[in-house]
């Protein structure tokens, strides 16, 4: 007996119905379709069999990356509310049910996102200059070195909380839209979300954003598909 494999609409972005062709690219195992109801259409990759891509971590982890560059390259053709991995639909006909009930708030989304691009804002911890405690320092004055050292410690961090709060005060008072994510191994992100005409102007502000976190390295990476604001 064969084994059995689940075919479902397996999606990656929606993006606005244009008569202007689309370049759909290869999908992860198969080629790429749309499924267009009114004005709203999604890009589907219809034949593919989802179990097969967990058979291995080296499988799973190459199907993530062709998912993420499948939605860069639409993005670079169209404003695009890219998906999940793993995202999938059932059947064409809950696809397109899907795709009824949600157009009027997806249109309207992606109205406010064409031309826009999501820029990481990164914040890397300086490290704090340890001062070391003199060998010859002994008993009492040696535990009390150490314990000026770790409030020192604290003080270093306890400014940079204050910086990274700065920060977003200041990001809220831009036209900016943006998201703040959870830090990861001290690792500081915010989510910008701009007008990709605009990069050199983000750029420039990130000079001002650095001396308002003398504590932190800023830096802003290339723009992306919205990720964190669909």
Request: aromatic fraction near 8%; charge should be negative; charged fraction near 25%.
């Given at each position: 007996m064969?084994?059995?494999?689940?075919?479902?609409?397996?999606?990656?972005?929606?993006l606005?119905?244009?008569?202007?062709r689309?370049?759909?690219?290869?999908?992860?195992?198969?080629?790429?379709?749309l499924?267009?109801?009114?004005?709203?259409?999604?890009?589907?990759?219809?034949?593919?069999?989802f179990?097969?891509l967990?058979?291995?971590?080296?499988?799973?982890?190459?199907?993530?990356?062709?998912?993420?560059?499948?939605?860069?390259d639409?993005f670079?053709?169209?404003a695009?509310?890219?998906?999940?991995?793993?995202?999938?639909f059932?059947?064409?006909?809950?696809l397109?049910?899907?795709?009824e009930?949600?157009?009027?708030?997806?249109?309207?989304?992606?109205i406010?996102?064409?031309?826009?691009a999501?820029?990481?804002?990164k914040?890397?911890p300086?490290?704090q200059?340890?001062?070391?405690?003199?060998?010859?320092?002994?008993?009492?004055?040696y535990f009390?070195?150490?314990?000026?050292?770790?409030?020192t410690?604290?003080?270093?961090?306890?400014?940079?909380?204050?910086?990274?709060?700065c920060?977003?005060?200041v990001?809220?008072?831009?036209?900016?839209f943006?998201?703040?994510?959870?830090?990861?191994?001290?690792?500081?992100?915010?989510?910008?979300?701009?007008?990709?005409q605009?990069e050199?102007?983000?750029l420039k502000?990130?000079?001002?954003?650095?001396?308002?976190?003398?504590?932190?390295?800023?830096?802003?990476?290339?723009?992306?598909p919205?990720?964190?604001?669909?």
């Open positions: 064969g084994v059995f494999r689940l075919f479902v609409m397996y999606t990656y972005t929606f606005a119905f244009s008569p202007d689309i370049v759909l690219p290869t999908g992860i195992t198969g080629s790429l379709e499924v267009r109801i009114n004005q709203i259409a999604a890009v589907v990759e219809p034949d593919l069999a179990e097969t967990q058979a291995s971590d080296e499988r799973l982890i190459q199907a993530v990356l062709i998912h993420d560059r499948i939605i860069r639409l670079n053709q169209t695009v509310l890219p998906l999940r991995f793993g995202t999938r059932v059947s064409r006909e809950k397109i049910e899907h795709l009930i949600h157009e009027a708030a997806y249109l309207k989304k992606l406010q996102l064409t031309g826009k999501e820029y990481p804002l914040l890397i300086v490290a200059p340890e001062p070391s405690i003199d060998a010859t320092v002994k008993g009492r004055d009390l070195a150490k314990k000026q050292r770790i409030q410690q604290a003080d270093w961090q306890q400014q940079q909380q204050m910086e990274r709060s920060l977003a005060q990001l809220a008072q831009t036209d900016l943006f998201q703040e994510a959870e830090p990861n191994e001290g690792i500081e992100r915010f989510y910008l979300l701009s007008d990709r605009n050199d102007l983000l502000s990130l000079e001002s954003w650095q001396s308002v976190c003398p504590h932190w390295e800023l830096s802003i990476g290339e723009g992306l919205p990720y964190h604001f669909v």
